[in-house]
T-cell receptor, first 113, second 113 residues
Framework: GNSVTQMEGPVTLSEEAFLTINCTYT??????LFWYVQYPGEGLQLLLK?????DKGSNKGFEATYRKETTSFHLEKGSVQVSDSAVYFCALISSGSARQLTFGSGTQLTVLP | DGGITQSPKYLFRKEGQNVTLSCEQN?????MYWYRQDPGQGLRLIYY???????QKGDIAEGYSVSREKKESFPLTVTSAQKNPTAFYLCASSIDNGIYGYTFGSGTRLTVV
């Protein structure tokens, strides 16, 4: 079956530090990959996505590249801000018959001023 | 603006009561989903529906029920059979069975008192 493994949290960084949150996956077929962000007390917002190998998703300074050879989709940002503090979820959906999002366990990020 | 509306934002339930959580979308999405999120954990799928008048159990359907009488609406009932209902409940919808991602509501926090 499909699965997503995310870097364990929590992660604490100083403002303007470089961020990497690792995500690897196991899937049948050719999955689409996503990063979602959840701010405290809110629902999930789609941050970025990639639908095929070597695609790079980007949004709000965040980037992730779909690496089929390493089955990875690591999230990066060159300079984090306090407002980036949130929980980040990696997810995939496969092209099989039961198309449901499979989520990682989430990574809590705290950015200190 | 199109989106998903969940209500209420906070809900309190007494032991032995059934409660219904509302989820309405005006995105013209075919598929809708209910997830449960417990503190510090990822999301677990309760039920999903790909078309009107049809729905499928997810990973943790016991103690929950749903209906899909209209495309726009997918209410979730938490029954007295659900032994530990205190959690954050998220509704989502998607077009094309989710290949481009899901849109999430802002969630309902249910507490048993």
């Amino acid at each position: 079956g499909n699965s997503v493994t995310q870097m364990e949290g929590p992660v604490t960084l100083s403002e303007e530090a470089f961020l990497t949150i690792n995500c690897t996956y196991t899937a049948t077929g050719y999955p689409s990959l996503f990063w979602y962000v959840q701010y405290p007390g809110e629902g999930l917002q789609l941050l970025l996505k990639a639908t095929k190998a070597d695609d790079k998703g980007s949004n709000k300074g965040f980037e992730a590249t779909y690496r089929k050879e390493t089955t990875s989709f690591h999230l990066e940002k060159g300079s984090v801000q306090v407002s980036d503090s949130a929980v980040y979820f990696c997810a995939l959906i496969s092209s099989g018959s039961a198309r449901q999002l499979t989520f990682g366990s989430g990574t809590q990020l705290t950015v200190l001023p | 603006d199109g989106g998903i509306t969940q209500s209420p934002k906070y809900l309190f339930r007494k032991e032995g009561q059934n409660v219904t959580l509302s989820c309405e979308q005006n995105l013209n999405h075919d598929a809708m989903y209910w997830y449960r999120q417990d503190p510090g954990q990822g999301l677990r799928l309760i039920y999903y529906s790909q078309i009107v008048n049809d729905f499928q159990k997810g990973d943790i359907a016991e103690g929950y029920s749903v209906s899909r009488e209209k495309k726009e609406s997918f209410p979730l009932t938490v029954t007295s059979a659900q032994k530990n209902p205190t959690a954050f409940y998220l509704c989502a919808s998607s077009i094309d069975n989710g290949i481009y991602g899901y849109t999430f509501g802002s969630g309902t926090r249910l507490t048993v008192v």
